[in-house]
């Protein structure tokens, strides 16, 4: 019985899987942004995720344990020198999955998954976006009291006249 086993084989050996999982981290690392299916994106957010928060820590145990994963000297130099900085401050969840449909010949839900601090269009909306609240809390209420006496002086000219 399979009780709380819940790792994704994908359908593959070990060793095809885990060489499939390191190629799509390399390809995740240096291009920031991928296409692949969903079930593929799930398990190699669960893969590459503790590799991401290895580099936040640059020393040489950390580079050669990211190195035995990923197999490639320039995606690990590419992981501690440009995007170690951009997650440096961020606790964790360095990978977002974005559905884009189903694939024409088999169905397979495909998706993008991403780097979160890489995709600048959603950085910009989220600086754009101000936060309200459905009431409109304690900055309605201070823009009201605030219009409210630049206004009556106005009414009080217009009555001294």
């Known amino acids: 019985m399979r009780h709380n086993k819940k790792f994704n084989h994908l359908g593959r050996k070990a060793a095809h899987r885990g060489a499939m999982l390191s190629n799509m981290a390399c390809s995740l690392i240096m291009h920031k942004r991928i296409s692949t299916t969903l079930a593929k994106a799930k398990a190699l957010r669960m893969y590459v995720e503790p590799l991401l928060t ?8 950390n580079r ?6 990923l ?3 320039e995606v690990v130099i590419e992981h501690f020198q440009n995007v170690s900085e951009k997650i440096a401050n961020r606790p964790g969840g360095y990978c977002r999955i974005l559905r884009t449909g ?3 010949g088999d169905a ?3 998706c993008i998954i991403e780097l979160v601090d890489y995709n600048e269009n959603m950085l910009k909306e989220k600086k754009a976006a101000k936060k309200t609240t459905r009431r409109g809390g304690k900055k309605a209420a201070a823009e009201v009291v605030e219009a409210a006496p630049a206004e009556e002086p106005k009414a009080e000219e217009a009555k001294a006249e």
Do not use: H, T
Not at 54 to 61: I, T, Y
Not at 64 to 69: P, W
């Open 54 to 61: 290895r580099a936040k820590e640059d020393n040489m145990a």
């Open 64 to 69: 050669r344990l990211v190195f035995s994963e």
């Open 108 to 110: 397979a839900e495909m």
């Open 71 to 73: 197999k490639q000297k």
């Open 102 to 104: 189903f694939r024409l």
